[in-house]
């Protein structure tokens, strides 16, 4: 079993490397880097600066937050999967799940806040008091996210009578809410069926409607754990909010997905409870998750093919990641370091690349007659936008 943790984590490094060699930075990420506060700006700003700037460093502290999730996983799910072979496959669903591939590769909170959720649980399973109350506090000044995990922990503690984990969760909860606020804001919209299909994407949609039997089966029928609470507390939080609002989805998935080892656990319990011959259904849900967990995994990985069977290249769903790159690489090459865009997100994509604002060229979308030079991005062969450079009329 020991072979199949590595290569798992192994054959996840690889696909994770190849994934990044594949992006540019969105003008999202963009922002964070160069006008962002906080402690994700602080993260890839340090990492590019000590490595030097490069889609790599920029990504780089989110595949490490990544990894360091993976162990905490499995160290995790020792306390709830007591065969090795169990705890496998939870690790396996846990990487191969849309939001986590994800999470790994662009610059967001969602992987920061999995991987201080997952030490914070870590410490509390295995009695480190000492410990968790030092590090809970500092999640306060992380990100805002966690006044979801302070709310989670108020009532577990209250649920087990743990006096000091209700009193110091409820603490940082008030914290929490006088530094960033409640959240709630503008007119009153319903989202609840946005806020599921996000969910839904994130988990997959077999693997959510699952995790929606595991929650109301525990909450009905049997003991609640403390990753019951988290993950219940961040569900019903965010659909209550979806009424009024949509929601950060990056701000609560991150607390449901920690529930895959309750959610394994029923499953794997209630086929062995059946004989042979009574297994077919499992069987074929087993087969049907982990098919299109495997195809999404891939489709993430592999996006760029899909390129091929669009009329319109902006309506592929990683197209925000795509084109910077390429684009300031042959803009280089034709020796245009410095360059005005109509189009002022992607000048700020292109000015992570080295390629800054100038008086004397225009960059602008299609062909241009008096262009001094055009540049088409491909992938696949397949051309999916032109950009030309033209001379500015002083």
Known sequence: MRIAIFAIVLVDLLFLLYGVSTLSISYKEAQIYFEGRGFLHTI?????????????????????FHLGSLWLFYEIS????????????????????????????????????????LLFLYLYLHKREN??????????FVDDAFSVLYLALFAYGVYRKDRFLASLSALLYLVSLYLYGFGVHGKPRGYFLDTFAAYSLIFSPLIFLFFFYTMYRILVREKKSILWF????????????????????EDFAPFLVVSIPLMVRLFLRSYRRRLPALRRTHKLFFMLVFGFLAINFLATYFNQYFYRFLSDPKEHFAYKYHIAKELAQKLKMAGYEEINSTDSHLAQRLRF??????????????????????????YMNQPIVTYSVTKVNN
Request: hydrophobic content about 55%; charged content about 15%; cysteine-free.
């Open 230 to 249: 988290i993950s219940f507390t961040a569900l019903i939080y965010s659909l209550l909010i979806s009424f009024r609002q949509r929601i950060v989805i």
């Open 44 to 64: 890839v700003l340090l990492s590019t600066k000590l490595l030097g700037k490069s889609d790599f460093t920029l990504r780089l502290p989110f595949i490490l």
């Open 353 to 378: 690349y080295g390629i800054n604002a100038s008086n004397h060229y225009q960059l602008q979308k299609g062909e241009d007659e008096n262009a001094l030079k055009s540049v088409t991005i491909r």
């Open 131 to 140: 410990l968790y109350a030092l590090v809970l506090p500092l999640f306060v």
């Open 78 to 117: 020792r306390f709830y999967l007591f065969r090795q072979s169990d705890r496998v496959l939870a690790l396996l669903v846990f990487v191969l799940m849309p939001g986590i591939v994800s999470s790994a590769l662009l610059v967001n909170s969602a992987s920061v806040v999995l991987f201080f959720t």
